[in-house]
């Protein structure tokens, strides 16, 4: 993605379209002519198709921005998302459009390795299910071995996508565990420059391989085309008997229906979930209530810190841009690794 024209030299207008910290909104309206409207908000709707036309940058996320909407903000030059992923943008309609796209990665990492790892420890010693045992009041004797849940250390992890999150990830299962790590990505990231904490202890490795071999498998890369539906029928059937789920990246990696099949008929024992195809879930999904599943509510990077810095990196990413400088982090097709 190339950086957009210099917009330096005069007041923009800006359209934040996902609430900002008070303190770094006020950086933004010192500089700029800043409306605020979240178009997820009903009653700001109206505001947010008001003032879509005129803008000519936008901060914000968790809206999906069109082809069809880009041809009616024809003043548009830069958007700044508040996320790493992308997939809620036409990529090459921006680039057609000499739009610059921001985002923020990095800050996040960390947050999001403690999620997905918080979700492996809660599917495999079944945390949640057992902390609901004892809330209800149905814990009047030792547990047996029906409520037994599975060691973590140990065992093999594979995950799937090797890029900060996936290494961060690594890093806790290989080094705090003592868990073998397989991983798969579309090319083999050099440890020695990347990550040589972990080198000797994590082997890259073909998809059906990792799938084969993993006693627990986390999903942690992008959503593209190549990773849309990843997750489908026949790549539940290569995990392990026994096997472990988890997605921490992006619900439409996984084929719904079939992890369902796989939980209820096939190899898997139990899936722990941060996302999922429609967010919220819905509350007929079976996935809500699934006594194997552990579904928590896309909180990857929800923490207080984490939040604030992607909002921080974000506002700097869209002011620099209006100056005419290069964003801090100007997404790029390298810049979001597998």
């Not at 085309?225 to 990843?230: H, N, Q, S, Y």
């Not at 995990?239 to 079939?258: C, L, S, T, Y």
């Not at 209530?289 to 990413?317: C, D, F, K, Q, W």
Request: some cysteine; hydrophobic content about 45%.
């Amino acid at each position: 993605m190339t950086a957009a024209r210099p917009l330096e030299g005069t007041r923009r207008r800006v359209l934040v379209f996902r609430e900002l910290p008070p303190d770094l909104l006020a950086q933004l309206q010192a500089q700029h002519e800043v409306t605020v409207a979240n178009p997820r908000v009903p009653e700001q709707r109206a505001a947010f198709d008001a003032a879509w036309p005129d803008a000519e940058a936008l901060i914000g996320a968790s809206v999906s921005i069109t082809e069809a909407m880009l041809d009616r903000a024809p003043r548009l030059r830069v958007i700044s998302s508040i996320s790493v992923g992308v997939d809620n943008y036409p990529l090459a309609a921006l680039r057609a459009r000499g739009i610059a796209l921001c985002h923020t990665p990095g800050v996040l990492t960390e947050t999001t390795a403690d999620t997905v790892f918080a979700l492996i420890m809660a599917s495999s010693r079944r945390l949640v299910e057992l902390a609901l045992h004892v809330r209800e009041g149905r814990w009047q004797r030792n547990i047996d071995e029906s409520l037994f849940g599975r060691d973590v250390h140990g065992k093999t992890l594979g995950i799937l996508g090797f890029g900060r999150i996936g290494q961060a990830l690594a890093r806790r299962a290989a080094l705090g565990f003592n868990m073998p790590v397989l991983y798969h990505a579309r090319r083999a990231v050099d440890l020695a420059r990347h990550a040589p904490e972990l080198q000797g202890r994590v082997a890259h490795r073909p998809l059906d391989e990792v799938l084969a071999a993993s006693d627990i498998v986390a999903a942690v890369l992008p959503l593209t085309p190549a990773t849309r539906g990843l997750m489908d029928a026949a790549a539940f059937a290569r995990m392990k008997p026994g096997a472990i789920f988890v997605n921490g990246a992006r619900g439409a990696i996984v084929d719904e229906a079939a992890l369902l099949q796989a939980l209820d008929h096939g190899t898997l024992s139990a899936a722990g979930l941060d996302v999922f195809a429609t967010e919220p879930l819905p509350q007929a999904s079976p996935l809500r209530t699934h006594p194997r599943v552990t579904a928590l509510p896309h909180i990857g990077s929800a923490t207080h810190e984490t939040r604030y810095a992607m909002a921080a990196l974000a506002t700097r990413n869209l002011l620099q841009a209006l100056a005419g400088e290069t964003p801090e982090a100007l997404y790029t097709e390298s810049s979001v690794g597998l």
